[in-house]
């Protein structure tokens, strides 16, 4: 063997034996069996190991090539960080495919490639990762529920009651159903795919009805210069404190900040100036499918108020004030639509108060609905009639068809988020977990399989078969379907599981089934079940999809419903609004009175009472009725309530 790399090894060899004698010395290999002893046993085995390479390198034939080996360890002079007390920092996972020149983990070392003659070596010498409780803003413990620690692995489902505590209720109920994950940046949440695919199907709808209407999608930068939220400075006032701003690059400030958009009335009407000259230009009918930051200091919810959310803005450009007022309210039905006819949730559509419209538009509608659980109304989504306010501001000026004539478009803007999935939840989910509305839900089926013990192997076969079976031409006939054919759970669990996902039908196929050439569908809403023969299955399941879209309509509806008061009088309007419901009062429309009424409805703990919109529908409004709260003529019936 050469000299040179005999000695290497040697001086390996000795290193390794003064490592393992500084470790006994230093009182780390542990006496008790007790997980900490493993690691500090582990530790010292990996160095008996090397040791034993090492004698093993300097004896064998090819000790050249494993003197190699050796060689690279060494020049890793850090290793010993690698023997990891059970709390110390997690180190830094190196990448896999390419380590680290002149570093050998304790991993590879162990590995049997690298192991020379017949060395058996027990599992890689541990990395320790044991529990430790967490701190972390991901895991934060009253969010997930999970760290109460009773909670036993395979237990599924929610520990908190929707009538009883319903915003821990809801906390759970996103996290559990694995609809979101939490953030380390507060007010931010992670939409997994389950959420995504809500969204997918309202977006897909919607993008769909706009484009019938002549909307074209476009997209606009991320990022607004000040200049362009300065211009908007009235309208933007009263938001200023919410808008996020970049002021540096690395490690330079830049010389103008810039925003992160909160809306993009500014990115985008600044353009539409340059791109609207003459009437042939016009209608422009743009709308974005995009991310805004509105960085609120109100109690983040998930869904309904968070720092970042998806949204769709359509910005519009009319020659005329008829043209843009028309398509207000196409727009104000089709997000009823989204509401009633995709998610089952009734709402009410109406023009919003003075106080409570955008401040840049003639007029602002909305759609809102109500969580009867709080007694707050959620305003579901926006449609803004803008006049001319905007394009005076940004100079959308165009020539009409009048020669030498010029007038401002008239424009429109309105929005629908991601918050339409969280008042969807709120509405249907119950103590099992989410109820999902079939037209949205990911999945609509879900096949169960459920063998019993006694059932031989050839039948337990033959019913996995059939699932598998029934699961194929579900799938083919264009239903969102699922099986679960897993054998480490029992039925039950499942059962819960799928509930806690909120499927709307579960298709179980039990030993007696199999004999009579039927299944059962149970349904999410209910609970109810009913028999079907195989071969009934695809004509029946999407006419039960339908029955239960339509009936939670209906049940939602009923709820609502029984949550609308009308009261004439201050006393009734209190009395009902404390025993959380809306009320449908008489107004004169007078923005003092709004105020006022928000501050004598506002008691210690419960926000003051607001309009949340004068609905489209009108009661009649008999001749002499007066406003319940100032006495004067009313002039029209506003729905009120406390809000988000
Ligand atoms: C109001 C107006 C409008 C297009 C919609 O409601 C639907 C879609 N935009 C939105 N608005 C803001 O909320 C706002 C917020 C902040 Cl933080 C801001 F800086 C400016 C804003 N301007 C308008």
């Known amino acids: 063997m050469h000299d040179k790399k005999f000695q290497v090894i040697l001086t390996a060899f000795l290193v390794d034996i003064v490592r393992a004698l500084t470790f006994l010395r230093s009182g780390r290999l542990p006496y008790l069996i007790n997980w900490e002893a493993s690691i500090g046993n582990t530790t010292f085995i990996t160095l008996v190991i090397s040791i034993i390479i090492d004698l093993k390198a300097m004896t064998a034939e090819d000790g050249p090539q494993i003197a190699e080996t050796v060689a690279d360890k060494l020049a890793d002079v850090n290793l010993d960080t690698k023997h990891k007390e059970p709390n110390a920092k997690k180190e830094k996972k190196p990448k896999a495919d390419k380590p680290k020149q002149g570093t050998i983990l304790l991993d590879t070392l162990s590995s049997p490639s690298l192991l020379p003659l017949n060395l058996t070596v ?40 929707k009538e009883e505590d319903f915003s821990e209720w809801y906390s759970q109920i996103v996290v559990e159903s694995e609809l979101i994950s939490y953030y380390a940046v507060s007010g931010c949440y992670i939409l997994r795919p389950t959420a995504y695919s809500i969204w997918d199907s309202i977006k897909n709808w919607f993008d769909a009805e706009i484009k019938e209407m002549g909307v074209e999608n476009c997209y606009f930068p991320l990022f607004i210069p000040e200049e362009y939220l300065l211009k908007e400075k009235d309208h933007v006032e009263g938001f200023a404190a919410e808008v996020a701003w970049v002021t540096r690059s690395g490690n330079s400030e830049l010389e103008r900040p810039i925003a992160i958009r909160p809306t993009s009335e500014t990115a985008m009407y600044k353009t539409y100036a340059t791109w609207i000259r003459s009437h042939r230009d016009l209608p422009l009918r743009l709308n974005q499918w995009a991310n805004v930051v509105r960085w609120e200091f109100k109690h983040p919810t998930p869904f309904i108020r968070s720092r970042e959310f998806l949204w769709q803005e359509g910005h519009t450009a009319f020659a005329t004030q008829p043209e843009a007022e028309t398509e207000v309210y196409e727009v104000l039905d089709l997000y009823r639509r989204v ?84 008042v969807m939840i709120m509405t249907h989910g119950d103590d099992k977990g ?116 339509a009936d939670m309509f209906t049940k939602a509806k009923a709820t609502f419903d029984g949550c609308l008061e009308r009261a004439t009088k201050w006393d009734d309007f209190m009395a009902a609004i ?7 009062a008489p107004w004169a429309d007078e923005v003092e009175v709004e105020e006022m009424v928000k501050k004598k409805s506002a008691s210690e703990g419960a926000m003051g009472a607001k309009t949340l919109c004068i609905p489209m529908e009108q009661p009649e409004l008999v001749e002499g009725t007066v406003c319940f709260a100032s006495g004067k003529p009313a002039k029209n019936w506003a729905l009120w309530g406390r809000s988000y």
């Open 122 to 161: 027990h599992p890689p010498p541990c990395r320790p990762t044991p529990f430790q409780p967490t701190t972390d803003p991901l895991f934060p413990p009253s969010i997930t529920g999970r760290s109460k620690e009773v909670k036993k692995e395979t237990k599924l489902g929610l520990n908190a009651k």
């Open 339 to 422: 509401y009633e006819d995709l998610l089952a949730v009734p709402v009410i559509k109406g023009k919003k108060s003075d106080n409570e419209k955008f401040a840049g538009a003639l007029f602002t509608t909305s759609v809102e609905a109500f969580i009867p659980m709080n007694g707050r109304g959620v305003q579901g989504a926006t449609s803004h009639c803008l006049g001319q306010n905007f394009s005076k501001m940004f100079d959308i000026e165009f020539e009409t068809e009048v020669e030498d004539k010029k007038d401002f478009a008239w424009q429109n803007s309105w929005g629908l988020t991601t918050r339409t999935i969280g």
């Open 434 to 549: 989410l109820v999902l509305p079939p037209r949205v839900a990911h999945l609509q089926v879900v096949v169960v399989p459920i063998p019993n013990s006694k059932l031989s192997e050839e039948d337990k076969a033959a019913m996995l078969g059939k699932s598998e079976e029934l699961y194929t031409s579900i799938k083919k006939a264009g239903i969102r379907v699922n099986k679960d054919l897993r054998e480490n759970y029992t039925p039950g669990w499942k059962y819960n599981y799928w509930e806690l996902r909120g499927v709307p039908i579960r298709l179980e196929l039990g030993p007696k089934d199999m004999v009579n050439g039927v299944c059962v569908l149970a349904r999410r809403d209910t609970g109810a079940k009913e028999l079907v023969a195989w071969g009934d299955v695809i004509t029946r399941l999407p006419v039960l999809l339908e029955e239960i879209q």
């Open 578 to 584: 404390d025993r959380k419901h809306m009320v449908l």
